[in-house]
Each structure stands twice: as structure tokens, then as C-alpha cells.
């Protein structure tokens, strides 16, 4: 179960709730998109404060990326193929490729600045791919 604002992305701004089988086919159908990793508000109360921010860098990026909340039962499960290990955050694709991963909170600045870098970059192996293939 999310908290109220995180539930009210789903309800009001009408964000998808995605499962790990969602994942792939979310993140092909856009030509940008971000996946929400809120894991547990309790633990992470910066999830709140993001919770507020998304929707705003959003309506910054003028509706050019789609966001999508991953679900709370599959959180981990779809976190482990992005090899970030903090909570919250936001995984950013392009045309189905990862771009990276901001997490925590961050000021009004550095997230327009660090998603502008994101989206102009080429996507590349998430990092957990990368670790796992030196192996």
C-alpha cells in the first residue's frame, strides 16, 4: 500500500502502476519515460518530497516523458536490473534504453539539469548489467 501521495499520482495525475511483467513494454512504448521506485515511505521518507516534485518536472519537461510507479510487491525485483541501491528514485529510458538513475531528493536545479543531461544522452547498460558481465 502507498501513502496518499503517492497514491494520488496513480489516482489524480493517473501515473501507471507498473509490475515487473510491465516493465519492458512501458518503457518501449515511449520515446521517454521514468519509472518511480518508492519502495517503502517509512524507510524512505524522501519519497514523499518526490512524490510532490514529479509531477512538476513533468510539466517542466513539457509531458515529454511518461512516468509509471513501480508496484510496491515488485519494487526490488525490477530494482535489481537498474543497480541503484537507494530509495527513492527515478530511472529514466529512452526508446526502451536506460539513460541512468537519479536518487533521493534533489534541488530544483540539479534535477532539471541532471534530467536535460539524461535525455540528451545516448542510452547505455545499467550498471548492475555492466558489474554483472565483468564477472
Not at 50 to 61: H, K, W, Y
Not at 66 to 72: H, L, W
Not at 98 to 119: A, F, H, M, N, P
Amino acid at each position: 500500500m502507498f501513502p496518499e501521495l503517492v497514491q494520488q499520482l496513480i489516482t489524480t495525475h493517473h501515473y501507471p502502476l507498473l509490475g515487473e511483467s510491465d516493465v519492458s513494454e512501458f518503457i518501449n512504448k515511449h520515446p521517454y519515460s521514468v519509472l518511480f521506485f518508492c519502495n517503502d515511505a517509512k524507510l524512505f521518507p524522501e519519497t514523499l518530497d518526490v512524490a510532490v516534485i514529479l509531477p512538476e518536472l513533468m510539466s517542466a519537461f513539457n509531458g515529454r516523458i511518461v512516468p509509471a510507479i513501480i508496484s510496491r510487491d515488485d519494487d526490488m525485483k525490477v530494482q535489481r536490473n537498474y543497480g541503484f541501491t537507494t530509495w527513492p528514485s527515478l530511472v529514466f529510458f529512452k526508446e526502451g534504453g536506460y539513460l541512468g538513475t537519479i536518487s533521493k531528493v534533489r534541488d530544483w536545479d540539479e534535477y532539471l539539469d541532471e534530467i536535460q543531461t539524461l535525455i540528451m544522452s545516448k542510452p547505455t547498460t545499467p550498471p548492475i548489467k555492466i558489474a554483472l558481465s565483468q564477472n
